[in-house]
């Protein structure tokens, strides 16, 4: 699967963004999808997942509260809602797959920027 993630940009603190990530091929509904982020300086880490129906997501303990993971299969699309957001969510945010082996489909990323 191909993936291209959209949504990013500069936001100031407190304020909100929406990510997209878009995918292609018909078996969308059989991946788990992933975010993931990457600041500077730092390994990149998870966010948050959502299995294939969207009955089950789980997020990383720093965002708990304020992003939301959802998905649209009949979009193909994986959307982050991220609300509330801080000066140390400032990343290159990427999307991923998971067929069951592990995260191995990422896309290109987007950046997101949150001013103090």
């Known amino acids: 699967v191909q993936l291209q993630a959209s949504g990013g940009g500069l936001v100031q603190a407190g304020g909100s963004l929406r990510l997209s990530c878009a995918a292609s091929?018909?078996?969308?509904?059989?991946?788990?999808m992933g975010w993931f982020r990457q600041a500077p300086g730092k390994e990149r880490e998870f966010v948050a997942a959502?299995?294939?129906?969207?009955?089950?997501?789980s997020y990383a303990d720093s965002v708990k509260g304020r992003f939301t993971i959802s998905r649209d299969n009949a979009k193909n699309t994986v959307y982050l809602q991220m609300n509330s957001l801080k000066p140390e969510d400032t990343a290159v945010y990427y999307c991923?797959?998971?067929?069951?082996?592990?995260?191995?489909?990422w896309g290109q990323g987007t950046q997101v920027t949150v001013s103090s």
């Open positions: 991923a797959s998971n067929a069951g082996t592990g995260y191995d489909s």
């Open positions: 091929g018909r078996t969308f509904s059989s991946y788990f």
């Open positions: 959502i299995s294939w129906r969207g009955g089950s997501t």
